[in-house]
């Protein structure tokens, strides 16, 4: 079972910038879609980008668009999301998902996606 393991959340102020880090335990091809999601407190878990494995195409949140990045390094088998212009609102839970479906990748819904990682804090203050 693949397992997913988030790094790099931390308190940082408005306006700053983080780089959550997702190590993936093995290399598989057939890992479909990766994506970032979070989760506020008393909020539900909502999806801020993904990546398409095949292509790596991505989309984002409109919440981020122009902020926030995914990437991937295949030799490091992580999974990045470079967050910029940090906002009091991006306070979360950060989570690491993917899945073996590119179904997965047609919308940043969290019942879609198989595997989980822990998750990473980020609290941004103004």
């Known amino acids: 079972q693949v397992q997913l393991v988030e790094s790099g959340g931390a308190s940082v102020q408005a306006g700053g910038s983080l780089r959550l880090s997702c190590a993936i335990s093995?290399?598989?091809?057939?890992?479909?879609?990766m994506a970032w999601f979070r989760q506020a407190p008393g909020k539900e878990r909502d999806g801020v980008a993904r990546?398409?494995?095949?292509?790596?195409?991505?989309a984002y949140a409109d919440s981020v668009k122009g902020r926030f990045t995914i990437s991937r390094d295949n030799a490091e088998n992580t999974l990045y999301l470079q967050m910029n212009s940090l906002k009091p609102e991006d306070t979360a839970m950060y989570y690491c998902?993917?899945?073996?479906?590119?179904?997965?990748?047609?919308?940043?819904?969290?019942?879609?996606?198989?595997?989980w990682g822990q998750g990473t804090q980020v609290t941004v203050s103004s």
């Open positions: 998902a993917a899945d073996y479906s590119s179904f997965s990748c047609r919308k940043l819904l969290k019942h879609d996606y198989l595997i």
């Open positions: 093995e290399y598989t091809y057939t890992i479909a879609c």
């Open positions: 990546m398409l494995a095949g292509d790596s195409s991505t």
